[in-house]
């Protein structure tokens, strides 16, 4: 069982930056795949970046490539999202997920997912 709760989440200018956070639960978060993804008014819930359970191998939208950086510390139970050169295309609600087996991309493959947090863009 792992509990999540992410933070970071505000307002920001175009161009800026924000780091959300992801506060883990569980005695085996070090196992598991980390995800972020995010849902925008009216659309569809999409994938924006994964870690592995060692944080060897990340995984990103190609939206968000090059300025987006996810981290993970198994030590505190806690996973980062580094946003730079934010756009009003980054305004959505954004989810940490977790699971031990997944197709990192695919949010129907994680089994834990945290209340969400807000960013919003403006332009």
């Known amino acids: 069982q792992v509990q999540l709760v992410e933070s970071g989440g505000g307002l920001v200018q175009a161009g800026g930056s924000l780091r959300l956070s992801c506060a883990a639960s569980g005695r085996t978060f070090s196992s598991y795949t980390m995800g972020w993804f995010r849902q925008a008014p009216g659309k569809e819930r999409e994938f924006v970046a994964a870690l592995s359970w060692s944080g060897g191998s990340t995984y990103y939208a190609d939206s968000v490539k090059g300025r987006f950086t996810v981290s993970r510390d198994n030590a505190k139970k806690m996973v980062y999202l580094q946003m730079n050169s934010l756009n009003a295309e980054d305004t959505a609600v954004y989810y940490c997920?977790?699971?031990?087996?997944?197709?990192?991309?695919?949010?129907?493959?994680?089994?834990?997912w945290g209340q969400g947090t807000q960013v919003t863009v403006s332009s």
């Open positions: 997920a977790a699971a031990r087996y997944v197709t990192v991309a695919s949010a129907a493959s994680y089994g834990y």
